[in-house]
């Protein structure tokens, strides 16, 4: 029999949030090679909502780990619970797959890593740019050496809304929106590690939240062990839509990607002609999150090589938190003293 | 039980070639709420083939259309089959989508629309390009108000590749390729209904096939009842890539949409700067096949509304066979006369 | 003394309307080797109007034919006293610019080229689109051979405003619009010649003028020695800017040119990403009228071979009366027909 | 007389370089209100070359500032000489534009100011970006409120070519290249001031001569008074072209503008779609360099206020100042510092 018609993989999906929400029906309904089987939350309401919603089963998390028939476990929890979900996951002999981040801290992403590879199964965490078309594009021709060396490059996250700032913990732009960012441009930079991290941030979308820790606005810059000088940019307000957009200036060249109108319809009237843009992660993601989970489960059931794996998070999280350090600390933080925990 | 959760539309496809392997492989795949339970063609082997890969049962026609669990069928198979197919799938109780052109000749399609009332079962045609995301944005903004009344339009297809000019009927170029363009102008001009057609055609891709009846290029002005003026353009050789574009003027605005190079990723080098085409229907138009298979089946599953029926379908081949016409006669040509069979 | 130090050429123009205003301006400030020294208009007002506003002499028309140190005449005037205006400047001994038409029939275009011929001034022809950057570019990439042989061609003009619908003579879509489009295509299209042409034309920007003649909307397609099909398309009212663009399309390769945004701003905000366009052909065009005027002057000052001559005005100019032909016999038209003054 | 007969302003240009070559042959032929009279240089033989390619006279610096038919000179000689020049110039009594940077010190820049003060002279720096077409479009939008209070901005310089790194001093790319984007990014931040200044610098395209003080890459972030948060970036190695851009985004919406190919011709080839671009400053920026110079000669014939005066130059430099510095340091510095001299 043909791989094509291979068994989709058994999924259960831990985390029924707005991102768990996306994820699940993705899961259900556009990932060909995957079988949604259940899902759960640390809430009960949550999962049984979304569970009637796709026709799965629901489950406490507890009860989906030890369903045998489940292969592998999503996890879209709370950020915070991602490193111990993704221990016991694998302990359960579980492939996992984790939204970023997959941890909150070094140590924490040392366990997790560890765990996977005690249990011998894959860990791969959502960096799902990655998987945007024009993103992989770029990236094939910065790998074919069409653009040379990089040297300069950008990476930025704009969000349309910040529906509660009291809400948002305060290194959220680092740990949550930036890191994206970070895994972005250590992986178009061919490879190359961070030296040196500088950041400026500020609450300047909510400044009556600044008091309270909020920041809401940041600017990131980095230098890479080749060389290479990079910014990494965020807002959590975005009026015009979503914007993710990346650039790599080479010494060869230079590869653009990314718009928040990404389709070409143009509508001409007397205020000019104007393109439509999209206001969320996942209408403007939406292929991506389906092409990651596609990997994933090529991973699970053929093997392949896992795509965005446990290191690479782990390399994207020491850049967020140094960029956290250097806020605080009102200089440049080197990446060295962060991996040691003495920055 | 939520609509969502209704059990996807059993389908039979008939007819395993090009794209009859591209829709099988979009409906097993990429259609949630379409279930691809067998595909047959008048040949076995690309049938046997096509289910093998699909993992689904292959069957002949007859069988096929005698299959009680088979709910819809989708005819992919050769064009001067279409009409003869839609009739028998109707007759044998089944939901019907045909690939255009829904028929070769007025009759043929007066045939198939009447069998598929007669049963009571909805006929969809395959006009995709309707289901596009930029199309349908377009087509939004018109209804909408937003470019006034449409005064000039334009549609064009180019296909990379004429891999057989031998192969080619005469006609092709009208009934197989502009016939996208005929229904987008019928679509995008709100309804209006075309008068009188004249069209420019030649052998300049393969001029050697000419004295065969060979037409790789044609250009085709159409008058439509509202006043608006037309233009639909073909070739068979793009070297560029696959290139399906529209645009309206109104009175108070416009729309352009459609691109061969439809993501956003830009190579900028010593050569300036660059975006990459494809060179594809397939791959140029996949997510707008998919689209219009889950119209179907909402169709089928819950009564939705047709979205392109058998008029809409008839009144584009109204179109192409004025075209025709036109060229065979040099001199404009008006569709009542080809309604009328006097043309 | 180098070239770029020589004198710049003395010019008187004739005609003091709006286009004429325009160009007096553009001379007497934009090129560096023209040097106006006097206006002339058939109204004494205009004339003397535009020439304190440049400080430049106003004279009549004969008057500045007979002065002496004037080199060259630009005619500006009204269309239907071109020609003779051509052949009074030639025989006064002028280098001669002309705005296009030349003339309004090949009787008075042949008579205007002969005047010239006998004088043995030049005589430029005022189709500006061929001095626009972009336009040139493109003209380049086809004489390099960057797109093979044009197979499909357009070009298209639409303009903002139709003030005073009364005034504008049945024939003046043809003849004083389209006319810049049938030479940009003959320019474009690597100096084939038309063979055919097909019109249809009609009064929808206001259809109460319709009875009256007007005609505010065309499309027009050709067919050109070389097997090229192409498409001229105007209309007298385009809500978001005035809109000059053509596509030549070939058997290597496709060229685009034109935009009524020319500049790269872009507005992102809560409607979308929106460029801004301009809404006059001054505004769009004002760079390509200085470049015609300093070629212009090159042929005058340094026996510059003449960019777009009398046979070209002529070649233009028989598309658009076997155009008017088409619209008033309702069939396509032959140009040979109308060479032979028989269609 | 109306204005625009007003007579030019009588200039004299001092340095015979690259870029004086380029600004006297704007100012002899595409700058209406200036008349070019004489050139002088600090070295005989440049001065006399290009005096004799325009027609005008050449003089030695001392002779052209005692010329009184001279009204304003335009200093295009080594910037090291700037500062003296203008103060020369202002005391010889003459208007002065002077290319940027307007000194090297904020001490050499407080001398010219005030001495242009004291001979109540007009001083306006060569900040051509202002005059851009797509820049100074982009401002009115920011000034028109159309984006809101900016928030992140972004500006950068990236010239094609580093023929000869020994040459280039440490400081260059702050002090010649980032200067115009510390200016572009104070002018689009509505006014604005810098804060704090962070910079990131190597020789990423000469890594050979790092030793020798090249900088040839850099990265600089700023913090502004109304809490915007900046990046500047540089690169003295554009394979691709010239390419000046920059991008405001404010609390509702974002303008962004400036492009390496700035004309809309494209060409569609098998290798994709693909637009020119320019290669040199002189290309890209020529009309705005014609734009600065028509404004400068309107300050000086009716008084119009400076546009780009010393005050604006000084800000500029500062930010220069404190970028070097924070190399020198490794950390982010103080504009204050830089101000009161301690930094």
Redesign the interface.
Known sequence: ??P??DPPVRIGLIGAGRIGTHHATAL???V?NADLLAVADAFEEPARRLA????VRDAGIEELLDEESVEAVVITASSTAHAELIARSATAGKAVFCEKPMAMSLTEADAAIAACQEAGVPLQVGFNRRFA???A??HA?ISGG????P??L?SLT?DPGLANPSAVPPSTIFTQTLIHDFDALLWLNSGAAAV?V?A?A?A??A?EFKDAGLLD???V?I?FTN?????A?A?F?????YDVRAEV?G???????????????????????????VRSDTDLMHESYAAEFAAFCDTVRHGAPVTVGGADAKAALEIALAAIASVEQ???VRVDAIRAGVA
Do not use: K
């Not at 009637?52 to 026709?55: A, F, S």
């Open positions: 029999m043909a094509n018609a259900a309904r556009h060909p009637r919603e796709l026709g078309t024009d993103f594009a770029a021709i069409g653009i040379g060396s040297q300069l950008r704009r040196e500088h400026f500020d300047l979308v400044p606005t940041a600017l810059t230098r060389g290479a000088l990079a910014t940019e807002s307000s975005a009026s015009y839509g200036f010494s060869a060249g230079m590869v653009t990607m990314g718009s928040p109108a990404p389709h070409t319809m143009q509508h001409w009237s007397a205020d000019g002609v104007t393109r439509r843009t009102g200089r440049p």
